[in-house]
């Protein structure tokens, strides 16, 4: 499917996935917004799980009269409290075990059967333990501000200077072994570290790729207890506009030598601010 085709239609109405809940964390832009929302509507992806939520980071009356439009419930506080409190407060404010967090400028581009098929491995790879957290951002369509695949490609790519730079940095050419998911069509034949699945996903350790905070399906509990925990207990010198946003918080030999697995599928959302 190319990035420029629309979505289909669903056909049917999907039941729950069973401990699914999907988070929003939306700051202003409640246009875009609303036409995501309507993409995941007709692709049936609101019908996967009983439990929906905006958090607005700057809850006014432009947000409360947006959500209640769109009849999904919201929280949020009146001030932005970054992505880091934001997310925070998402998941604090909702009760699912497994939750889908997307903020609002995630067009989704694949089909309903994929969504209800891709989001059904990822909660069931949670449940089983078999990862710490499954990735839903579009392998081959990812979009903007997904500068890590400029950076493999130095290290791993057709760059005459690549093989030099693993020689010199290998730390750094291992770390980006995982993002081979999102630059090669198989990745596995070039990396035995990144795990192929009978499903079709694929396993990697967090030692080859990052924590990221788009577009994700994560155990709440895990995600509060220990990813907001440790970030908030160990901020970074360097913020988004003034907050921690959790990535660079675990952007550190202590995610890399966590042991945790990350799953990666085909991915269903790109990612594209207006």
């Known amino acids: 499917m190319s990035a420029a085709s629309s979505v289909e239609q669903k056909s049917k109405i999907f039941k729950p996935i069973e401990g699914l809940g999907i988070g929003f964390l939306c700051w202003k832009n409640y246009q875009p917004f609303g036409e995501v929302l309507d993409q995941y509507r007709e692709a049936g992806l609101l019908d996967l799980a009983a439990e929906k939520m905006i958090y607005f980071n700057g809850l006014d009356e432009a947000a409360?009269?947006?959500?209640?439009?769109?009849?999904?419930?919201?929280?949020?506080?009146?001030?932005?409290?970054?992505?880091?409190?934001?997310?925070?407060?998402?998941?604090?404010?909702?009760?699912?075990?497994?939750?889908?967090?997307?903020?609002?400028?995630?067009?989704?581009?694949?089909?309903?059967?994929?969504?209800?098929?891709?989001?059904?491995?990822?909660?069931?790879?949670?449940?089983?333990?078999?990862?710490?957290?499954?990735?839903?951002?579009?392998?081959?369509?990812?979009?903007?501000?997904?500068?890590?695949?400029?950076?493999?490609?130095?290290?791993?790519?057709?760059?005459?200077?690549?093989?030099?730079?693993?020689?010199?940095?290998?730390?750094?050419?291992?770390?980006?072994?995982?993002?081979?998911?999102?630059?090669?069509?198989?990745?596995?034949?070039?990396?035995?570290?990144?795990i192929p699945t009978a499903e079709g996903w694929w396993r990697v350790s967090a030692a080859h790729l990052p924590w990221t905070n788009q577009s994700i399906v994560v155990r709440r509990d895990f995600f509060l207890d220990v990813i907001i925990a440790y970030a908030e207990a160990h901020p970074s010198r360097r913020s988004v506009n003034g907050f921690p946003d959790i990535e660079k918080e675990w952007n550190s030999p202590k995610w890399r030598k966590s042991g945790w697995t990350i799953g990666v599928g085909q991915g269903l959302f790109t990612h594209e601010r207006k």
């Open 64 to 194: 409360r009269a947006f959500a209640r439009d769109q009849q999904i419930p919201f929280d949020g506080s009146s001030e932005n409290r970054g992505i880091l409190g934001g997310f925070k407060g998402l998941a604090t404010a909702m009760a699912s075990d497994y939750l889908l967090l997307l903020e609002n400028d995630l067009p989704l581009i694949e089909n309903a059967d994929e969504v209800q098929r891709q989001l059904t491995q990822a909660v069931g790879a949670l449940r089983r333990g078999e990862v710490q957290v499954f990735r839903m951002r579009h392998r081959h369509y990812p979009g903007q501000k997904f500068t890590t695949l400029d950076k493999y490609r130095k290290y791993h790519g057709d760059d005459p200077l690549a093989s030099l730079r693993r020689r010199l940095r290998p730390g750094k050419a291992k770390r980006l072994i995982g993002t081979a998911l999102y630059a090669e069509q198989e990745p596995e034949k070039k990396f035995p570290e990144i």
